[in-house]
Structures are given as C-alpha cells and as structure tokens.
C-alpha cells in the first residue's frame, strides 16, 4: 500500500503498526538522474553532474514508518 507524501517528513499513519507519526525520508537517485549527470558530463558540464547527487532537485524521497520501518511511500521529483 503507497500513502500520498511529500518531498519532506509527513504525518501519517502506518498501516502496518497503525501509529501515527512523522515519516522517515531518505532521497535517492533515479534513472532519470543517472542519465542527466550523462550528458552533462559529456557536454563537459562534469561539475554540475556531481551537484545532482549532493542535492534533491533530482532525488526521489522514499518514506518509512519511523516505528517499524515500513515502506510508506515514494514522492518522485
């Protein structure tokens, strides 16, 4: 089951353990950035790459339930 969530913390409620509580997030990188950091790399945009992985302009944000860590939901950018 996927809940609607943001790009930050929400509040929700779990429905494994069915707390309510503050999701936890963690940003990671797509298909989409991979493929972005490519052609600016081969565009000799190479330090520009590097910044889509420092920084979530171009990072999908998964949610977990903070409890039992449960997979809530993505939101993707």
């Known amino acids: 089951m996927s809940t609607n969530v943001g790009p930050e913390s929400s509040r929700v409620v779990c ?9 936890r997030t963690e940003g990671h990188a797509t298909t989409r950035t991979h493929i ?8 000799l945009l190479w ?3 590097a910044c889509l992985y420092c920084t979530d302009c171009a990072r999908n944000v998964d949610h977990y339930c903070s409890s039992c860590n449960t997979f809530l939901g993505t939101y993707e950018r």
């Open 15 to 23: 429905p494994n353990c069915h707390l309510e509580m503050m999701s």
């Open 36 to 43: 972005l950091a490519l052609i600016m790399c081969l565009t």
């Open 47 to 49: 330090p520009c790459a």
